[in-house]
């Protein structure tokens, strides 16, 4: 490169900027999320992006997708220690949970929401850097925890509007279960070995389950005819199972049972779930979760049944079809014009007492005319110009104006009788009140 030529600051592929207004509707899903999550008694945990290497190889498996090739794995220079940005949330939130003993005493009903890191390969819904809200509860052995957060799931996608969601379910049954499953689809595979893929031959040994997840259309009927992992359940599991499926209808909740869903994660067992929609291509899993008892006493903790989900909020996002006008910016309730020392000095004033009451005040920054400063106004959309000229400053009075309604004109007022009026006349009773302006995502 021409050393005279500056070098061209981008972010880096695959990690995105959020801008306005997207970004709002991001805070406002977050919020309903929140929400949700406090009505079942859910508390917020904020967790380091950064975690010591070994807790994913751990956690997480070393013969997993993730671990062998989606991590941002490096070396602090600094002091020589093995760092890994998360690839996701639920490792780091075990760790903390035993770090602190915090399901020692009673049961933890936890959630996060924040950016997680895998390096794959860029595409739509699929990125480097994504976001996920992880919820995750510790000390309940389910099924009814289990349901609790199906449950929890659907509330959400009621209350964002979405309805094209389905849910899958099944069961990884017990460790027990699994290996001597496994030890029956090795077998069953290699008798296909001329016809399975890269990916399946590689998997063969270390992850043969996951070969069952390919999405490579040869394999499909290789691996619809494999040995289901629900035929080697013992009674134990079957009952979880069923309990789980039974409190699900008793909620009315439709679900398939997808004999071929097996998590990309080694740590999960029993009951594991997937909302999955048609509308986003080849991404179209929104949520995945379930039970992983094994996970906490593999990091070193005490025993301590506990499931969880994530869903992917780029994902959500895309599903939620903006309504109209939520992509353009609200207006302000009122801008506030100001012209000379004491005007400026009353519209700072005047402008925090609008906040007082709750409302957006954009007090206007930069000077210039009255008139330029009215066409910022209209062309905002705000509801009210105040306009204070030193003139009126020196009585303690402003010009209100509504811009939406021209029978109302001009007035001269009291400085501190204003939010009072605009609140008295304007935002109550009236439908298109404050209260009602931020409805939608
Ligand atoms: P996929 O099969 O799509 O790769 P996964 O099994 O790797 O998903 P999980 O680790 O279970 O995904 O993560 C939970 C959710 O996080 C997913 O259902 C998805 O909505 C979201 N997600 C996972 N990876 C990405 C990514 N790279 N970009 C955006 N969202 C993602
Ligand atoms: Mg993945």
């Not at 008798?191 to 070969?211: E, V």
């Not at 979760?289 to 989900?309: E, H, I, M, N, S």
């Amino acid at each position: 490169m021409n050393p005279s030529t500056p070098q061209r600051l981008q972010s880096i592929r695959g990690m995105n900027d959020i801008l306005p207004p997207e970004a709002a509707r991001w805070a406002r899903l977050e919020a309903i999320a929140a929400d949700c999550l406090r009505r079942y008694g859910y508390q917020p945990i904020r967790l380091p992006v950064v975690e010591p290497t070994p807790l994913f190889t751990r956690a997480i498996g070393a013969v997993t997708d993730i671990v062998e090739k989606e991590m941002y794995s490096f070396v602090d220079s600094l002091n020589g220690d093995e760092l890994t940005l998360r690839p996701e949330g639920t490792a780091g939130c075990a760790r903390a949970v035993i770090q602190h003993g915090l399901a020692n005493q009673s049961a933890q009903r936890l959630y996060y929401m924040g950016p997680m890191f895998r390096h794959e390969r860029p595409q739509k819904g699929r990125y480097r850097q994504f976001h996920q809200i992880g919820v995750e509860a510790f000390g309940l052995p389910g099924p009814d925890v289990d349901a609790e957060l199906i449950l929890l799931t659907r509330r959400l996608w009621r209350e964002l509007g979405l309805a094209d969601i389905r849910l899958q379910i099944n069961s990884l049954g017990q460790p027990e279960e699994r290996a001597r499953h496994r030890a029956d689809l090795i077998a069953y595979l290699e008798g296909f070995s001329a016809r399975l893929d890269a990916d399946a031959q590689r998997r063969l040994h270390s992850n043969p389950l996951r070969i069952l997840d390919s999405k490579n259309p040869e394999m499909q009927d290789i691996c619809a005819k494999a040995p289901k992992l629900l035929d080697y359940l013992g009674a134990e599991s079957l009952a979880h199972f069923a309990d789980l499926q039974r409190i699900l209808r008793d909620a009315d909740i439709d679900f398939v049972i997808n004999p071929r869903l097996v998590r990309g994660l080694d740590y999960y067992n029993h009951g594991v779930f997937e909302w999955v929609t048609d509308n986003l291509g080849a991404q179209s899993a929104v949520c995945a979760g379930g039970r992983y008892d094994g996970l906490v006493a593999q990091l070193g903790g005490k025993p301590t049944p506990a499931c969880g989900f994530a869903l992917g909020v780029e994902r959500l996002m895309a599903l939620i079809a903006a309504h109209d006008g939520a992509n353009a910016p609200l207006p302000p309730d009122v801008y506030l014009a100001h012209q000379g020392g004491k005007a400026s000095r009353l519209a700072f004033d005047v402008a925090e007492k609008l906040r007082d009451a709750g409302m957006d005040a954009r007090l206007h920054c930069g000077g210039g005319s009255f008139k330029a400063q009215m066409k910022k106004a209209d062309s905002l959309g705000a509801a009210f110009a105040v306009i204070i000229g030193d003139d009126e400053a020196a009585s303690g009075e402003v010009q209100l104006k509504s811009l939406r309604d021209e029978t109302f004109g001009q007035r001269r007022m009291r400085a501190d009788a204003l939010s009072g009026f605009i609140l008295d006349h304007f935002f109550n009773n009236s439908d298109t009140g404050r209260n009602n302006r931020h409805g939608g995502i």
